[in-house]
């Protein structure tokens, strides 16, 4: 059980680190905590060598055939990742944009005590507000004070924590200044393969990510650190617009009250390399700084069977609002269950089992991205000449904006082909066709 104790250490210190006290929000805790905890207590538990041998090839990875990256931009996989609130995601126009004025955003019942603590939040960051630095709206600062469980200062503490790291990436200009094309369209097919998939029961956000498929630790290998967080960047501040843009239009709050899906199937030894554990943390302590205290719960679907050991013993670190809100099932008809007492089946993708299709594809490509294996070489090498090309971020915005009489979507989805034939490494003839046509 050594491996088992040494991922508790692990995962304590890495939240020490994020919060400075025991763990106390799911989605943090869940990655950081009990994510780690059960990868390495199930590797402790199914008695893995200690060299451990490389996973078996799935659908995609190695001896399966690696997915063609033209063939996945052609199908605008992972494009519409952030729309599926929208009452149709495929007339609306660009991704969601985060605002950077204050929204008047629904909010939920407030206890007396909470809404004396919101007051003296605002006081507090009054400073933020007068400078205009970063959104100060009580829907904004609810999310931090509720974070720290209504401690104020500790509130403040983290806000001003989340408004330099927004600065330190530039965050508030990503629209106009950042390079889009290469750290939102080119690989938004493999990151984050996961997206908004609907709603739940009683009107819940859904967001959905195939974990197990993400190859978190070949991206680590393949691209630096900052890149990868600029690229989840990209993603957490499309998720959060979205949900601030379904909320203004619903008029429903989303402050605590959505769902994360995580789908485990597929996951691998290699996750349990200390390294990627640890990398993953900093994912999760970066998300959360943006994005923090909107979940309801967590659910964990298709888990490995021995990981139903490992979540009695992590669950006990946990206090009793997060074992609450985490949910783990083992094997389909499980998985399929626990969810069907959150969402219908419209919510739930039909690749396991549910009724959602995009365009009449099971494994709703369109949001999720792509599930079949590695990311190709081609689509990896375009991210590096594209990020060293540089260049401003809004060309897809703009070129809504201005594309006359296309269908919305339209023109954008030309960033996401061009150069995509071109660029296949793996189709040739293909490339060779387009070129005597372009000729």
């Known amino acids: 059980l050594k491996p088992f104790w040494l991922g508790v250490k692990m995962a304590l210190a890495a939240h020490a680190e994020v919060t400075g006290e025991l763990p106390n929000f799911a989605f943090t805790l869940l990655a950081v905590l009990v994510l780690p905890v059960l990868l390495i207590a199930w590797r402790a538990c199914a008695g893995a060598p200690k ?20 063939r996945c931009w052609a199908r605008e996989d992972g494009r519409y990742k952030h729309c599926r609130l929208r009452p149709d995601m495929y007339s609306a ?19 007396a005590h909470e809404l004396e603590g919101l007051r003296a939040l605002e006081e507090r960051v009054s400073d933020i507000t007068a400078k205009g630095d970063a959104r100060t709206d009580r829907a ?15 509130a403040e503490a983290y806000f001003r924590k989340a408004v330099g790291y927004r600065q330190e990436l530039g965050l508030e200009r990503m629209d106009v200044d950042w390079n889009l094309e290469a750290y939102e369209r080119c690989l938004a097919p493999w990151w984050a393969r996961g997206g908004l998939v609907g709603f739940g029961l009683q009107g819940q956000l859904v967001g959905w990510e195939r974990f197990g498929r993400c190859r978190l630790p070949e991206l680590l290998q393949a691209l630096p650190w900052e890149d990868l967080q600029r690229l989840d960047a990209v993603h957490t501040v499309r998720v959060l617009a979205a949900f601030e843009e379904d909320s ?19 996951m691998g030894w290699e996750y349990c390399n200390p390294s990627v554990l640890k990398a993953y943390g900093k994912l999760v302590e970066c998300r959360d700084m943006l994005l923090p205290a909107t979940l309801a719960h967590v659910l964990v679907v298709r888990a490995p069977r021995s990981f139903a050991l490992a979540w009695q ?9 997060t074992r609450d809100k985490v949910q783990i099932a083992a ?28 365009n009449g594809d099971p494994e ?11 990311i190709p070489p081609e689509a990896l090498e375009r991210f590096q000449a594209l990020r060293r090309a540089g260049g401003a971020a809004g060309a897809g915005a703009e070129a809504d904006a201005t594309s006359g009489g296309a269908q919305p979507g339209e023109a954008d989805a030309a960033s996401w082909r061009s150069d995509a034939v071109e660029s296949c490494c793996v189709c040739p003839r293909r490339a060779a066709d387009a070129r005597a046509k372009g000729a």
Do not use: W
């Not at 008809?333 to 299709?357: D, F, H, V």
């Open 140 to 154: 904004t600062l609810l999310r931090f004070l509720r974070a720290r469980k209504g401690n104020v200062a500790a």
């Open 248 to 266: 203004m239009r619903r008029k429903v709050p989303f402050v605590g009250n959505t769902i994360l899906v995580l789908d485990l199937e597929g």
């Open 364 to 374: 709703c490509r369109h949001l999720l991205g792509d599930a079949d294996g590695p």
């Open 313 to 321: 013993l992590g669950q006990k670190l946990l206090d009793p609002i």
């Open 51 to 70: 060299a451990a041998p490389a996973a078996s090839p799935s659908p995609g990875a190695a001896g399966a055939c690696t997915p063609c990256a033209a």
């Open 331 to 358: 094997g389909e008809r499980e998985s399929m269950a626990m969810l069907r007492r959150y969402m219908g089946n419209e919510t739930i993708p039909a690749y396991l089992g549910g009724s959602l299709r995009t």
């Open 93 to 111: 126009g660009p991704p969601p944009v985060y605002s950077l004025a204050n929204l008047d955003l629904p909010l939920p019942p407030l206890a």
